[in-house]
């Protein structure tokens, strides 16, 4: 069974950067494809980014687009959200999830990934 585990949220700035990370574990991650989705308070998780399987492949959401940037290192079973010039509603509770589909493809619906971390809050202040 995958496990995935959140870090690298906090408190920044309108304008600022964080990157998160999701280390997987139990299983090799380079078999599955990675995203990153994320939920305000009273609204429905949304997708943010998306990666395949090699790491050749991204996709995302069109308010994220130029701002982050997602990455993989196989080798670490790691996968990274990097995110630039945030704004106060990019605050969220970050979610890493994990797809086993078959396709070298890049994600992007929730019922796609059966495997979640725990979540990191990203807060920005104004």
């Known amino acids: 069974q995958m496990q995935l585990v959140e870090s690298g949220g906090g408190l920044v700035q309108a304008g600022g950067s964080l990157r998160l990370s999701c280390a997987a574990s139990g299983r090799a991650s380079s078999t599955y494809g990675m995203g990153w989705f994320r939920q305000a308070p009273g609204k429905e998780r949304e997708f943010v980014a998306a990666?395949?399987?090699?790491?050749?492949?991204?996709d995302y959401a069109n308010d994220v687009k130029g701002r982050f940037t997602i990455s993989r290192d196989n080798a670490k079973n790691t996968v990274y959200l990097q995110m630039n010039s945030l704004k106060p509603e990019d605050t969220a509770v970050y979610y890493c999830a994990a797809t086993n589909y078959g396709s070298s493809h890049a994600y992007t619906r929730r019922y796609e990934y059966n495997v979640w971390g725990q979540g990191t809050q990203v807060t920005v202040s104004s």
């Open positions: 990666v395949s399987r090699s790491g050749g492949t991204t």
